[in-house]
């Protein structure tokens, strides 16, 4: 049988995993700058999450939704604890598309509308509505292009609030900082329009924290920096440290009743104990601080490159933008200098995504290489 050809596969095999370090089957070293797509948080096989996994798999890995599990009570204890997003409830699911969805169809349960409000480069998903909330036509099936979907622009409050007038949304989904559509971020007064408008028309604020949340950007979710409350917050990629998990974090207005969202493997014991070792590992290693330090320090560097056009983003979700496409850059550092980067939807853009573990000689290796390529 073959693979659905669905991948275009760079010819590397990791086999084995250390911190922000990848290694293939023929003993080849990778630095890391790519966080297997912002998905490694607390660095690959870090000892507490093997144990904890291990520890948890030896005893029990799965049991569905119907029983008490205590692990999904600490995990969302923990949460609220690091994140500060007090009383707002868990949902747990396996995946940021996942995430969106539930966190789409809530809205719509909630407020009884069924439109979306999204905006132009987003990213969401590849299911149903998040896909149908995803500005890339090329992934938009048929049956997926059902769902109503208004894209607008950063910074547009006079086209949301057109919009909402119509008093059919139920929803605005907004990246906080966009991942593979380059990086961009709205302005806070933008942030906080939305939220304003969100109240005022009985819509939800959905703030997707996927890619950006986690700690990834030095805060433990990104859209803290601009003072909002979403009324759900979507969470998958670092949460899980390469274990596949995802939730949403429901604001206390939204109520929840039995049967009103529901899944089979969310949660599941070693999900959750997955996602304890993330978050113990943040605090314990002071990540968030780390991520800041290291981009600031990152940003120093940077500067000392004429040929960066701009460096976009926060603390450790980067983007370098050159005048030109970096296809080529980027298959150099993997294959000459053995540095994984990601690619964006703007061709002209390098992205920079490793694991909170990072330290200050990782990004000199990276720069030395980077100057090299483009001396
Ligand atoms: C911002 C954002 N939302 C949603 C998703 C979808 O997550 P998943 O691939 O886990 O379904 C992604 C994945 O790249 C993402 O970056």
Redesign the pocket.
């Known amino acids: 049988m073959s693979l659905f050809n669905v991948y275009p596969l760079f010819d590397i095999t990791p086999v084995i995993a250390n911190d922000v370090y990848v290694y293939d089957n023929k003993g080849t070293k990778y630095l890391d700058l790519y966080g297997g797509?912002?998905v490694i948080s607390i660095g690959h096989s870090h000892p507490t999450y093997v144990k904890n996994v291990s520890e948890q798999v030896s005893k029990l890995g799965f049991y569905s939704n119907a029983i008490q599990n205590p692990l999904q009570v600490e995990l969302a204890s923990q949460l609220e604890n690091i994140s500060g997003c007090k009383d707002y409830q868990l949902f747990l699911c396996n995946?940021?598309?996942?995430?969106?969805e539930n966190a789409l169809k809530l809205s719509s349960f909630h407020t009884g509308k069924q439109k979306v409000i999204a905006f132009k480069n987003s990213?969401?998903?590849?299911?149903s509505a998040?896909v149908a909330a995803t500005d890339n036509p090329k992934i938009i099936a048929p049956i997926n292009a059902q769902q109503e979907v208004i894209f607008l622009e950063f910074e547009d409050l006079e086209g949301v609030e057109k919009a909402l007038q119509n008093n059919d949304v139920c929803a605005i989904i907004i990246?906080t900082i966009?991942?593979?559509g380059g990086l961009d971020e709205a302005s806070t007064t933008f942030y906080q329009g939305l939220e304003n408008l969100c109240k005022q028309y009985n819509t939800l604020l959905i703030a997707?924290e996927?890619?950006?949340g986690f700690g990834r950007t030095g805060d433990f979710f990104a859209f803290q920096k601009h003072g909002i409350t979403p009324h759900i917050i979507?969470m998958?990629?670092g949460m899980g440290n390469g274990f596949p998990v995802?939730g949403i974090l429901i604001h206390p207005s939204v109520e929840a009743s039995y049967g009103l969202l529901g899944t089979t493997f969310g949660g599941n014991h070693l999900a959750c104990a997955a996602s304890l070792a993330v978050l113990e590992t943040i605090q314990k290693e002071q990540l968030m601080e780390n991520a800041q330090q290291i981009a600031a320090y990152f940003m120093e560097q940077a500067a000392s490159i004429p040929q960066l056009k701009a460096v976009k983003g926060r603390g450790l979700m980067l983007g370098l933008e050159f005048d030109f496409p970096i296809a080529e850059l980027r298959k150099s550092l993997i294959f000459k200098h053995h540095i994984f980067t990601g690619s964006a939807k703007n061709p002209n853009l390098l992205r920079i995504l490793p694991p909170l573990t990072i330290q200050k000689q990782h990004i000199d290796v990276f720069f030395e290489a980077l100057k090299k390529e483009l001396s």
Not at 95 to 100: D, H, K, L, R, V
Not at 123 to 127: A, I, K, L, V
């Open positions: 797509h912002a995946s940021g598309a996942e995430a969106n990213f969401h998903g590849r299911t998040a990246e966009q991942g593979i997707d996927i890619q950006c979507s998958a990629k995802g």
